[in-house]
């Protein structure tokens, strides 16, 4: 079992930047590759970001490409998404998760995506 708990969300506006972290407990090895998703209200659950067991593949939905970076802290056993330049495109309920999924493209498909976090919530105003 993982346990991840995501944080880091608030109100801001465009153009601002906010980093959203994901903290994971219970088995806590690398083994676990991780992503990020939004869902906005009305629309469905979508792809953000993920990144590698290791660190060293990151992908990007191609809305984010350039303004949103993702991180890992295996130490910490924590996840980052930087977010730059927020559009109220933006605007969302970010969701945390892990997969034993390590590559692409598979590592965009929730349906691969065995632990989630409660989600926190970015807004940005224009």
């Known amino acids: 079992q993982v346990h991840l708990v995501d944080s880091g969300g608030g109100l801001v506006q465009a153009g601002d930047s906010l980093r959203l972290s994901c903290a994971a407990s219970g088995r806590t090895d690398s083994s676990n590759a991780m992503g990020w998703f939004r869902q906005a209200p009305g629309k469905e659950r979508e792809f953000v970001a993920a990144i590698s067991r290791s660190g060293g593949g990151t992908y990007y939905a191609n809305s984010v490409k350039g303004r949103f970076t993702i991180s890992r802290d295996n130490a910490e056993n924590t996840v980052y998404l930087q977010m730059n330049s927020l559009q109220p495109g933006d605007t969302a309920v970010y969701y945390c998760?892990?997969?034993?999924?390590?590559?692409?493209?598979?590592?965009?498909?929730?349906?691969?995506?065995?632990?989630w976090g409660r989600g926190t919530q970015v807004t940005v105003s224009s």
């Open positions: 998760a892990a997969t034993i999924v390590d590559s692409w493209p598979l590592i965009q498909l929730q349906r691969y995506y065995d632990y």
